[in-house]
């Protein structure tokens, strides 16, 4: 890497590291003053509170890191155009695209770092995440997620669950109805009070199992049944309920499949799959937006820039929710949902580039 080129990465990297700081102790601030009531009255341990936060990190890093790296690009190289080092440098023989250079391939390898980002850490960490404001927070107040209700879910051998209720602390359910198909034709039915998985089978309580053969059914009691044909396991049911921002691509992938085996719409969850890869290339479009924009020469201040930061960054993510809510709803197909924000700005960011070039 050239002197020149370590020198607009280098202080591209310092405001980004300080952008970056600062957003999310704004966010984390704000939102333990929101917050804070809820703590208290609930008794919430300060080392519990600490741990929220902290398993918190990755989503508020992938939520600011576009703020910070527009914010990076307008200060860093509006600062060089302010000071006429970038007419120094076009002077020198250097074209607008040479000087940018350095600042596309860091936010090419700063999009893939979030999307590996996004894929093995921030799930983990918003699980647990969940899982401790489930805990502490939630369950107190009778919103404990753990509590399923009416879960429906189908398996690849043609076992249809579905009950009112299913705890996923305890695996344990009622009112329930499992039914065994062969291609089209109901072969079995239970019906019981209660399920539990046991020693790795599911249990059933107190109900009937009705046997349909020859056009005849035939209802027996029972007291205490073993399933143990199924490959429906107390995860799956889980997993089900979870958030998109709690799965993996490959493991909303597997969730779809069982979403579309049980006969559900996909649509909703196809969107948030296809924002898994289109979010962290938003870093490189930001970039690919701003850097160009902040070339000109102008007596801007920084607070303009900040407000301009704001301003784009809104105008993109308020682009990106309601695409998605189309999407979600059928109104556009889940790729063009997921892409649409992307598309556009990749679009004016390119267009910015290719005017300001000449």
Do not use: C
């Amino acid at each position: 890497m050239k002197i020149l080129d370590r020198y607009i990465v280098r202080r591209f990297l310092l405001i980004l590291a300080f952008s970056l700081f600062a957003f999310v102790m704004m966010f984390v601030v704000v939102n333990l003053i929101e917050r804070l009531d809820s703590f208290i009255k609930h008794d919430v341990p300060k080392w519990v509170v600490v741990q929220l936060y902290f398993y918190q990190l990755p989503y508020i890093i992938t939520l600011t890191l576009p703020v910070a790296l527009l914010l990076s690009s307008l200060f860093s190289i509006g600062t060089l155009a302010r000071q006429n080092e970038i007419t120094a440098m076009k002077a020198s023989g250097l074209s607008l695209y040479r000087i940018l250079a350095p600042l596309f391939v860091l936010g090419a390898l700063l999009a893939v770092t979030a999307f590996l980002f996004s894929e093995h850490v921030q799930p983990r960490a918003s699980e647990r995440y969940a899982m401790l404001k489930d805990e502490y927070i939630d369950r107190l107040q009778n919103r404990w997620r753990k509590l399923i209700r009416n879960p429906f879910l189908r398996d690849e051998q043609g076992w249809l669950f579905s009950m009112r209720d299913f705890n996923a602390a305890t695996n344990t359910g009622n009112m329930v109805s499992v039914r065994h198909y062969e291609d089209q034709n109901l072969l079995s039915r239970f019906d019981a009070k209660e399920i539990a998985w046991e020693d790795s089978n599911w249990v059933l309580y107190n109900g009937y199992q009705r046997v349909f053969r020859d056009s005849s059914e035939q209802a027996v009691p029972f007291t205490r049944m073993v399933i143990d044909s199924t490959s429906l396991l107390p995860q799956d049911i889980s997993r089900f309920f979870n958030q998109p921002e709690e799965m993996s691509s490959t493991e909303l992938r597997q969730f779809i499949q069982e979403v579309k085996r049980n006969g559900a719409d996909p649509n909703r969850w196809l969107v948030d799959l296809h924002l898994k890869y289109a979010i962290p290339l938003a870093n490189l479009i930001i970039i690919l937006f701003g850097a160009p924009l902040a070339s000109k020469k102008s007596r801007g201040s920084a607070t303009a820039g900040f407000g301009l930061s704001l301003i784009v960054v809104f105008i993109y993510f308020g682009m990106v929710k309601t695409s998605q809510a189309m999407g979600q709803n059928g109104v556009l197909p889940p790729l063009v949902a997921a892409w649409l924000a992307n598309i556009s700005f990749a679009a004016a960011g390119l267009a910015v580039l290719v005017k300001t070039a000449k």
